[in-house]
Structure formats: structure tokens, C-alpha cells
């Protein structure tokens, strides 16, 4: 089942966040210290993918004109909206919620790297799903401690997560077909630095240092990829 390893994913992030929401009369300071942790060690995270990458100037540009793109198309923006409309059907009379944080920060750190796509990639191709059962392990703990720092709104980030995984799973076939097993690799470790710069950004939004707008830097993978075919092409 090609599906399998990225069904499993949406899943585990659904259970953990609904582990996390319940534990969520952790007291504040605790949640603060916890979360401040979870963003330092993003941080590391981020820094260790953008090392990945071997060519920065075509990483720089990317997220350069990708910032340019996603600015001019308000992609943070509507994230933000989505995740005020879940935030208005959900809440309840007074209570606090703040789902549309959840939402966004989860999408962009579960979608956003490389476990995702070699892992879709795998799933697709070989029927591996090995990659995404391993990411679907991280994701299932990341997604408790979110949720119970940043609520429910953790739980709908398994949905950007499965259409994300499973378009490049049901595609991988086709994705093959057209590109070079050598020029793949390269695509991948491009896309792994972009998307590393990213989520040292989230890393740094949740420590709390100035925000970054990190899904406007989206368009900055797709650019990348095809920064790296056209170089390729002409060499």
C-alpha cells in the first residue's frame, strides 16, 4: 500500500496531539522551559540539514526570491486564517485558544525537511516505508509536547502532512521516470539545506527571538529544485 507509511504519520501526530492536549495543566513555567528546549534543539536541527547543502549560493537565492514569492502570495497569511477558522468552530464561549499557532508552527516543522520527501519517495517506489514509519515516531512525541504548549491546533497539521507526503508517494513514479537518479540526489540535498535554514527559523520563532515569517519561505523549495535542474541542464 503506498499509502501506508504516510497514513501512519497523519496518525501518529492525531494520537500524540491528543496526548499532548491532555496534558496540558502542565504548569506554565515548566511549558515555557520545555518549549524554549524544544526550539533550541530545532535550532540544531535546522543547522545541521543547511549543512547538507552544496551549493549555497543557489540555497541563498532560493530562499531569497522564495521570500520574495511567498511574501507577495501571503502563504503565512492564509495559514493564519486557516487556522482562525478551526480556532473559531472550536473554541468554546471564553476560552483562551490559540490553534492557529499550533497549526501553523506543527505544519511547517512536520512538512518541511528531508525525511519527508525521501520517505514519500520510498513509499512510492519500493513500497519502503521505513523512512516515514521512523519520521511518524518523532513526529507522534514532537506532536505531544506541541500540543501541550500550543494546543489542539497541533492535531490539523496531520492533514497538510498527509497531502504533502502522499502527492510525492503517489507521484514518486513518475518523478523517477523524468529525473536521474544522480540529479534526484542533488534535488534532495539542495532541498534539505533550504529547508534547514527553515526550520532553524521556526527554532528561533519558538525560543522567542524575533519571528520569522517561515512559511513565506516556502516557494523557496520548489525554487530550488529547479534552480538545481536548470544549473544541471546547462552544465
Not at 10 to 25: D, E, F, N, P
Not at 44 to 57: P, R, V
Not at 86 to 109: C, D, H, P, Q, Y
Not at 192 to 201: D, E, K, P, Q
Given at each position: 500500500m503506498v499509502l501506508l507509511g504516510t497514513?501512519?504519520?497523519?496518525?501518529?501526530?492525531?494520537?500524540?496531539?491528543?496526548?499532548?492536549?491532555?496534558?496540558?495543566?502542565?504548569?506554565e513555567k515548566m511549558k515555557e522551559t520545555v518549549m524554549k528546549a524544544i526550539g533550541l534543539a530545532v535550532i540544531?536541527?535546522?543547522?545541521?540539514?543547511?549543512?547538507?547543502?552544496?551549493?549555497?549560493?543557489l540555497v541563498i537565492f532560493s530562499l531569497a526570491l522564495g521570500g520574495i514569492l511567498g511574501e507577495r502570495m501571503n502563504i503565512e497569511g492564509k495559514l493564519n486564517q486557516l487556522g482562525g477558522v478551526?480556532?473559531?468552530?472550536?473554541?468554546?464561549?471564553?476560552?483562551?485558544?490559540?490553534?492557529?499557532?499550533?497549526?501553523?508552527?506543527?505544519?511547517?516543522?512536520?512538512v518541511v525537511g528531508a525525511m519527508a520527501i525521501i520517505g514519500a519517495l520510498d513509499?512510492?517506489?519500493?513500497?519502503?516505508?521505513?523512512?516515514?514509519?521512523?519520521?511518524?515516531?518523532?513526529?507522534?512525541?514532537?506532536?505531544?509536547?506541541?500540543?501541550?504548549?500550543?494546543?489542539?491546533g497541533v492535531m490539523f497539521s496531520s492533514i497538510p502532512v498527509i497531502l504533502y507526503q502522499g502527492s510525492i508517494a503517489l507521484g514518486a513514479a513518475y518523478i523517477v521516470a523524468f529525473v536521474p537518479e544522480e540529479l534526484l540526489d542533488l534535488m534532495v540535498s539542495e532541498i534539505?539545506?533550504?529547508?534547514?535554514?527553515?526550520?532553524?527559523?521556526i527554532g528561533l520563532n519558538i525560543v522567542g527571538i524575533k519571528p520569522v515569517r517561515v512559511a513565506n519561505l516556502l516557494p523557496a523549495i520548489p525554487l530550488a529544485v529547479l534552480f538545481v535542474f536548470i544549473i544541471n541542464t546547462i552544465a
Open positions: 497514513l501512519v504519520n497523519g496518525l501518529t501526530i492525531i494520537i500524540g496531539a491528543y496526548i499532548g492536549v491532555k496534558l496540558q495543566r502542565i504548569p540544531i536541527l535546522g543547522i545541521t540539514m543547511a549543512l547538507d547543502g552544496q551549493e549555497f549560493l478551526l480556532e473559531k468552530r472550536m473554541k468554546r464561549g471564553s476560552e483562551s485558544s490559540n490553534i492557529a499557532e499550533g497549526f501553523v508552527a506543527a505544519t511547517l516543522l512536520f513509499s512510492g517506489l519500493r513500497g519502503d516505508h521505513s523512512v516515514l514509519l521512523t519520521k511518524s515516531v518523532l513526529d507522534g512525541f514532537s506532536s505531544i509536547i506541541f500540543a501541550a504548549t500550543l494546543g489542539i534539505t539545506a533550504v529547508g534547514g535554514i527553515m526550520i532553524l527559523a
